[in-house]
T-cell receptor, first 111, second 113 residues
């Protein structure tokens, strides 16, 4: 599975847009990019998944450049409740429940 | 649709004992995965079961084992507990479809004394 690199931590303020970038230089042709959110003492929660270009859902957008060696999770207008760890995962989307989590990015939203 | 449930939520054991944790996946999901989360190592994959067969396995010693029943419920067993086994054990279920979103349960907090 491709290794991912993310910033360890980020700070933001309520109402701002937050962009978290993940590097995955060794991504394979069949790999998808998935982001999870995790609060302390809880299990991760799926945010968004994509293969290329741009994906948007009700909570976030995912931008993937043509070379797919990186991806950016965009959280519009964050609130205090968005304070959490955000993890980028790269791997096959189908036929496996094996997820390899890195240390993720701890996002701290301040009032 | 009910979410992933795990029992018990909290457990205290002593070194050398064994423990069994239970996970009930979302109805219709056939994939169940187990993870261990510790402050030092983060979230680590233990193993995955699909249709009663172990499909993937992480790098944990043989003291960690699991099984899945015909109704997709899964159990994880840890024998000869060590202090370092104290962790939050998370179970996730998935449909194994193309989007393969994994849904995590609340976890079982195991403390080994």
């Amino acid at each position: 599975l491709a290794k991912t690199t993310q910033p360890i931590s980020m700070d933001s303020y309520e109402g701002q847009e937050v962009n978290i970038t993940c590097s995955h230089n060794n991504i394979a042709t069949n790999d998808y990019i998935t982001w999870y959110q995790q609060f302390p003492s809880q299990g991760p929660r799926f945010i968004i998944q994509g293969y290329k270009t741009k994906v948007t859902n009700e909570v976030a957008s995912l931008f993937i450049p043509a070379d797919r060696k990186s991806s950016t999770l965009s959280l519009p207008r964050v609130s205090l409740s968005d304070t959490a760890v955000y993890s980028c995962l790269v791997g096959l989307s189908s036929n496996t429940g094996k997820l390899i989590f890195g240390q993720g990015t701890t996002l701290q939203v301040k009032p | 649709k009910a979410g992933v449930t795990q029992t018990p939520r909290y457990l205290i054991k002593t070194r050398g004992q064994q423990v069994t944790l239970s996970c009930s996946p979302i109805s219709g999901h056939r994939s169940v995965s187990w993870y261990q989360q510790t402050p030092g190592q983060g979230l680590q994959f233990l193993f995955e079961y699909f249709s009663e067969t172990q499909r993937n396995k992480g790098n944990f010693p043989g003291r960690f084992s699991g099984r899945q029943f015909s109704n997709s419920r899964s159990e994880m067993n840890v024998s000869t507990l060590e202090l370092g086994d104290s962790a939050l054990y998370l179970c996730a279920s998935g449909s194994s479809g193309m989007d393969n979103e994994q849904f995590f349960g609340p976890g079982t907090r195991l403390t080994v004394l």
